[in-house]
């Protein structure tokens, strides 16, 4: 056979493999972002909800069509992602990345400092609230709280004060909020709190986890929040009344476990291999700066925490070289991520979900209380015809502002 036309037929066989492995992993990704779509909005911030009341049966979940075509379509994502990622085509796209995302790189720390500072600002402007939209309180002396805390970011010295005024910020909110609902924002509280901790240290050893403490509280803050869509679908239904396009035309009840796959998925995927974590950051990117047209300023401040760690996690600054984080053949290596994949995710499913029901109901009991009481963080308006007061919304809140 001629070399010219070996070449031709080798350098084919080349574009034929990186095609079959490029458009499952961007098919599987536009999916993801599809069904989870603006969504992500935290609907405890736009429609009525009620802490104790009973949650859907974790059977209701495990016999939906929907679920199991979500979690179908994420392993295709992570194991074609896995696949890419140990050949040198995954390589160059994490090459190519880390080049783009440089700058932010090299100032990741300054990055994540001064994001961290504007949201305590904006809290402080908002006012009225314990860190998150729907935390409502008539204090004062919190929202100037909340204005130091971002003062004591400017300077390492100071920094483990405004780490300490978060985790006590939040025990402050034990006094008008049960402690389950409180769980919402345990995990970004502690992973925001570690990170301006070992930021302040001087031990590199300490120091060079703070990333990674905060990458963590992230991940599991999703994954948590995500179980809202399984336990509660009801809750979601005012939302796609009010806004009928975020289900881009899919049925509703289709639409939301299928969202829940993608928000807790996106989420595991944030501690997974870098090209998994870091397709999984842009994916959630994309998914909550979309929400932020439907659903105004009060996403985009409620979301900004998540929002600047995923942009750190989208950069990646903590990732090695490949070539030092492996003692294996590299095709063992991603033969054993792949096997694991399936494995891992359904650990994280189990760990979580016996979590939220098994919390629930330790809290409230078996047969939760259900009878009609909500809140909501929106009063009622021709906007949001689901709030407080509306034909549509039921009796006072679960608890007093």
């Given at each position: 056979?001629?070399?010219?036309?070996?070449?031709?037929?080798?350098?084919?066989?080349?574009?034929?493999?990186?095609?079959?492995?490029?458009?499952?992993?961007?098919?599987?990704?536009?999916?993801?972002?599809?069904?989870?779509?603006?969504?992500?909005?935290?609907?405890?911030?736009?429609?009525?909800?009620?802490?104790?009341?009973?949650?859907?049966?974790?059977?209701?979940?495990?016999?939906?069509?929907?679920?199991?075509a979500g979690i179908a379509l994420v392993l295709a994502f992570?194991?074609?992602?896995?696949?890419?990622?140990?050949?040198?085509?995954?390589?160059?796209?994490?090459?190519?990345?880390?080049?783009?995302?440089?700058?932010?790189?090299?100032?990741?720390?300054?990055?994540?400092?001064?994001?961290?500072?504007?949201?305590?600002?904006?809290?402080?402007?908002?006012?009225?609230?314990?860190?998150?939209?729907?935390?409502?309180?008539?204090?004062?002396?919190?929202?100037?709280?909340?204005?130091?805390?971002?003062?004591?970011?400017?300077?390492?010295?100071?920094?483990?004060?405004?780490?300490?005024?978060?985790?006590?910020?939040?025990?402050?909110?034990?006094?008008?909020?049960?402690?389950?609902?409180?769980?919402?924002?345990?995990?970004?509280?502690?992973?925001?709190?570690?990170?301006?901790?070992?930021?302040?240290?001087?031990?590199?050893?300490?120091?060079?986890?703070?990333?990674?403490?905060?990458?963590?509280?992230?991940?599991?803050?999703?994954?948590?929040?995500?179980?809202?869509?399984?336990?509660?679908?009801?809750?979601?239904?005012?939302?796609?009344?009010?806004?009928?396009?975020?289900?881009?035309?899919?049925?509703?009840?289709?639409?939301?476990?299928?969202?829940?796959?993608?928000?807790?998925?996106?989420?595991?995927?944030?501690?997974?291999?870098?090209?998994?974590?870091?397709?999984?950051?842009?994916?959630?990117?994309?998914?909550?700066?979309?929400?932020?047209?439907?659903?105004?300023?009060?996403?985009?401040?409620?979301?900004?925490?998540?929002?600047?760690?995923?942009?750190?996690?989208?950069?990646?600054?903590?990732?090695?070289?490949?070539?030092?984080?492996?003692?294996?053949?590299?095709?063992?290596?991603?033969?054993?991520?792949?096997?694991?994949?399936?494995?891992?995710?359904?650990?994280?499913?189990?760990?979580?979900?016996?979590?939220?029901?098994?919390?629930?109901?330790?809290?409230?009991?078996?047969?939760?209380?259900?009878?009609?009481?909500?809140?909501?963080?929106?009063s009622d308006s021709a906007e949001h015809p689901h709030g407080?007061?509306?034909?549509?919304?039921?009796?006072?809140?679960?608890?007093?502002?």
């Amino acid at each position: 056979m001629p070399s010219e036309v070996r070449a031709t037929i080798q350098l084919t066989s080349v574009r034929f493999k990186r095609t079959v492995l490029q458009r499952p992993l961007l098919l599987a990704a536009a999916a993801l972002v599809a069904a989870s779509g603006p969504a992500a909005a935290h609907v405890k911030w736009f429609a009525p909800y009620i802490v104790d009341a009973s949650p859907q049966p974790i059977a209701a979940t495990l016999t939906n069509t929907w679920f199991w075509a979500g979690i179908a379509l994420v392993l295709a994502f992570f194991l074609v992602a896995i696949a890419i990622e140990r050949r040198s085509l995954g390589q160059n796209v994490l090459a190519a990345m880390d080049r783009v995302t440089a700058p932010v790189a090299l100032r990741a720390d300054d990055f994540m400092r001064a994001a961290t500072a504007a949201f305590f600002v904006a809290i402080f402007a908002v006012g009225g609230v314990y860190l998150t939209p729907d935390l409502q309180t008539p204090s004062e002396l919190v929202s100037w709280a909340q204005l130091a805390i971002a003062a004591g970011i400017f300077s390492r010295r100071t920094m483990p004060f405004s780490a300490a005024g978060i985790i006590a910020l939040w025990l402050i909110a034990l006094r008008d909020y049960d402690f389950f609902h409180l769980l919402d924002y345990l995990a970004l509280g502690v992973g925001v709190a570690g990170y301006l901790l070992l930021a302040f240290l001087d031990d590199q050893r300490w120091r060079e986890k703070r990333f990674a403490v905060l990458f963590w509280g992230v991940a599991i803050a999703l994954m948590w929040s995500s179980l809202e869509k399984f336990a509660y679908p009801e809750w979601f239904y005012p939302l796609v009344e009010e806004k009928p396009f975020l289900t881009f035309g899919l049925p509703r009840d289709v639409f939301i476990p299928m969202a829940g796959v993608a928000e807790f998925t996106l989420g595991f995927g944030l501690i997974w291999s870098p090209l998994v974590r870091r397709l999984s950051a842009i994916s959630l990117l994309v998914i909550f700066t979309t929400a932020v047209y439907p659903f105004g300023r009060i996403d985009l401040i409620g979301h900004a925490m998540i929002m600047a760690a995923l942009v750190l996690i989208a950069v990646d600054p903590v990732r090695k070289d490949a070539a030092q984080a492996t003692t294996a053949p590299l095709p063992a290596l991603r033969t054993r991520r792949m096997v694991t994949v399936p494995a891992a995710l359904s650990l994280a499913l189990v760990a979580v979900a016996s979590g939220y029901w098994g919390l629930h109901a330790a809290f409230y009991g078996i047969e939760a209380n259900a009878t009609l009481r909500n809140t909501s963080t929106h009063s009622d308006s021709a906007e949001h015809p689901h709030g407080p007061g509306s034909a549509k919304a039921v009796q006072p809140a679960t608890h007093s502002h």
